[in-house]
């Protein structure tokens, strides 16, 4: 057996699941970063493809959901903890709502390593990723009298850049049918976010979510 | 090929799972000011803050005096030890209001002829309340305690309103001493 490109590896297509993981700021739970976005460890699904037209090197695509998750009761006790510090407040409650939901579509060069019968697929990407919602939270600061009202940091919706580098292990099932591993790091600068209803510019506030995630999937890809 | 299609089953099952779950989630918190009580429901910590024990070796009494101030609502607390000698510290004990010794005024902002004023909102009379001291460090010179009273005023219509402190505490408050 060898390794490399010895012959047109088979375009392909096919479909994947797993998860999702949320890293860096986006990850981050830290009241104090403007950028942390609370985000979770969720289900990610989608389509894949690639069309090889030089032996081992082709164009490769994917459309992919993404779910990180909520703000969860720790989140939500955590936030209220900081603006009540932050605000000198006597009392705050934070309550939070909708979740990240979001497609990427990306495209770019794929090369692929062939090795008996598995074929190693790498590729860098670039695309949209389509945010449908994020957390939006409703804070209410009590005792503090240049805020009287209750403000919010809205759930976030745009259509923004995102670049991706993906590794996938392709394990041949059979003469057109493959299983696959897949890994697939996204960062996006995120969309920007609304705030409405405040009075002052203490404590956190959130102008901007990026997203950071490497989603790891298992999946089933069909030879052309 | 069954192995493929319970694959794709689960796959799918899991993704309509998923997309059904929105929670609402709310949290929340409360002052961690080491001057803080329950007004009405509502947690008050004030942010204007008066701490002292005065000893007057004339009357040889001494006088715990604490006062908050925020949002327009006022606490003074005052105990008066007759017999006391002239250290920094304070007895421990609890002190039941008796509107000699031992007053508490609860207090609100209003606007008397032009000013705004801090005056007080209703009675605390004798036996509607007490203050705990649980600990003094007179070296530190920070006291602790605990209070809780209700205040009652009546209105030109010979209405009753019973203002309810609740839950006061004062934790590791700094205070001056003053001998005189």
Known sequence: MTVGARAQVKSYFGFFGGVSNALSDFKSTDYNNNKAGFGKRGLTYGLDGAYYFYKNLGIGASITYQDNGELNQTDANNLAAGYTNSFGADNSAVTGVNRYQSVNILLGPQYSFSYGKFILDVRAAAGIVKVYSSPETTIYVGGVTNQTTDFYQKSASATVLGYSGTAALRYKLSDNVFLTLRGAYLYSSGPSVTNQGRTTDIGRIVTKLPITTINTTLGLTFGL | ?180
């Open chain 2, 1 to 180: 090929m069954n192995k493929l299609r319970l694959l794709t089953f689960l796959l799918l099952a899991a993704f309509f799972i998923q997309s059904c779950k929105k929670d609402t989630v709310v949290g929340t918190a409360f002052t961690t000011k080491p001057f803080q009580a329950n007004i009405n429901g509502t947690t008050w910590a004030p942010d204007t803050i008066s701490n002292t024990i005065t000893y007057s070796a004339a009357s040889q009494s001494k006088v715990f005096t604490l006062m908050g101030t925020k949002a327009q609502k006022q606490i003074i607390m005052t105990i008066k030890l007759s017999n006391a000698i002239n250290t920094p510290g304070f007895i421990l004990g609890t002190y039941d209001v008796d509107a000699t010794s031992v007053i508490v005024n609860y207090n609100t902002q209003v606007n008397s002829g032009g000013q705004y004023v801090f005056l007080p909102h209703g009675t605390v009379s004798a036996g509607s309340g007490s203050i705990k001291v649980t600990a003094v460090d007179s070296v530190k010179k920070q006291i602790t305690g605990t209070f809780n009273f209700y205040s009652r005023s009546m209105a030109a219509d010979s209405t009753i309103t019973v203002d309810n402190i609740l839950g006061g505490e004062f934790t590791n408050l700094p205070y001056t001493f003053t001998s005189n």
